[in-house]
């Protein structure tokens, strides 16, 4: 299953969406039960709405850390 979770969760108190992936609560919640079409829908605006949280991420995830990892080996 697709997501774009990188293991960040905390939301944004301003704009309701996670300083990691962008979604909202509702959305974290409900991933499971939606279809591709609406993962990929939601996940077609996730980088605008990163763009209005107050902070981003200031660490690096695990899920950055392991891609990067495999990218050098």
């Known amino acids: 299953m ?3 979770c990188i293991l960040v969760c905390s939301i944004d108190l ?3 969406y996670c300083f990691g992936c962008g979604r909202t609560r509702d959305e ?4 499971i039960d939606y279809s591709d079409a609406e993962r990929h829908s939601i996940m077609d605006g996730l980088t605008a709405r990163l763009e ?3 902070r981003k991420p200031r660490r690096e995830t695990r899920r950055q850390k392991i891609a990067k990892e495999r990218q050098i080996t």
């Open 2 to 4: 697709i997501s774009p």
């Open 14 to 16: 301003k704009t309701g």
């Open 28 to 31: 974290i919640a409900g991933w």
């Open 52 to 54: 209005t949280v107050e």
